[in-house]
């Protein structure tokens, strides 16, 4: 197996000494007390404080993004915040919201505590429609410029031609796989066809339960943290991974869903047919991902059936199914 990323030990800089001089690089005052929050691609810390309230510290992979990327990010968030929209954004410390202090890069946040929303009620799921009608109604107003598309290029090719290059699956399972990552590519392709043309917008990009806090008192309703993956892309993208159980529970759930969607921006029901294509190409780009991370130390700690024959095997029969999910009419037709 090799990898073929560069700078496989992207945080070898940050100690908790440098943690907390990157922060008073920038005039804030930790107490010394660090707590590591559930992070990977970045790093993630809740810090206390000599005085006030906690803050959260976000060290920033290198290489992953661009400061301009990182930036537009920001300002995304930022504009949602000052339209009043529950997201969590990066706080405007010396008039910059991305700082740097040596080899890294951080950023501030407030922090928010909260509880995992209840996708099972109908009414939260309607609640969460809102929200996101909001967040695109503003995602829709201008492009990102440094940030990519969420496409069968970005999240379906690429990673696919990186696991290839770097050898990571057995042999006697790697033309199997390859096979049926094509198969599920042309699925997905066939997909976007029967779509047309539908508008690509600003997302959040990842929008799942473990990046919606549901804050409870007087602004109680779904907060909606990391903005680190957002890009341009189908509206669709922000709510099919709200759905789940059998047809019939997606089916209801989704009409709850744009229920609430529609009382602030318009559905595209011809995006229906991207749910299961956009859900095959997170199957891809998940493996992909993993697989550039692997030299990251904390990757095999935390993800040890990586990488294993029945992961490959388990991957091959789940896009197997994706295949066949993806030739099934959308699911509002039923």
């Keep these: 197996m090799k990898v073929t990323d560069a700078n496989t030990t992207p945080f070898s800089a940050l100690t908790p000494d440098s ?31 000599d005085e006030g309230a906690p803050l959260v510290a976000k060290f920033y992979r290198a290489g992953r993004w661009s400061d301009a990327a990182i930036l537009e990010e920001h300002a995304f968030s930022s504009e949602l915040a000052a339209r009043e929209l529950p997201v969590i954004a990066p706080l405007l410390i010396n008039g910059q919201t991305l700082h740097q202090h ?14 995992a929303p209840e996708f099972d009620s109908g009414q939260t799921l309607e609640w969460m429609g809102r929200f996101i009608g909001r967040i695109h109604a503003v995602g829709a107003l201008k492009p990102f410029v440094e940030r990519p598309t969420l496409d069968v290029r970005t999240f379906g090719e690429e990673p696919r031609d990186f696991l290839l290059a770097a050898d990571f699956l057995p042999p ?29 917008l600003r997302l959040h990009g990842d929008c799942h339960s473990g990046n919606v806090l549901w804050v409870e008192g007087e602004n109680s309703g779904p907060c909606f943290v990391d903005f680190d993956d957002a890009r341009m892309g189908p ?18 759930q989704l009409a709850d869903v744009v229920a609430g969607y529609e009382d602030f921006y318009e559905f595209d029901s011809r995006e229906l047919y991207l749910i299961e294509s956009l859900r095959t190409l997170r199957l891809i780009h998940y493996a992909g991902w993993l697989a550039r991370r692997w030299d990251d130390p904390a990757f095999p700690a935390a993800f040890p059936w990586f990488n294993t024959a029945r992961y490959w095997q388990d991957r091959i029969l789940e896009l197997r199914e994706q295949i066949a999910l993806m030739d099934e009419p959308p699911l509002w037709s039923a």
């Design 172 to 200: 006697d399972l790697a033309d199997v796989y390859f096979g049926v990552v094509d198969q599920a590519l042309d699925g997905v392709r066939y997909c976007f066809d029967r779509a047309g043309k539908v508008a690509s």
């Design 235 to 252: 509206a669709i993208q922000d709510l099919w991974m709200l759905l789940s159980g059998e047809r019939s529970d997606q089916i209801r």
């Design 102 to 115: 040596g080899d890294l890069s951080f950023a501030v946040f407030p922090r928010q505590s909260g509880r």
């Design 19 to 49: 943690l907390l001089d990157a922060l008073e690089s920038v005039g804030l005052r930790p107490d010394g007390r660090l707590l590591a929050l559930n992070s990977y691609e970045n790093r993630v810390y809740q810090v206390f404080m």
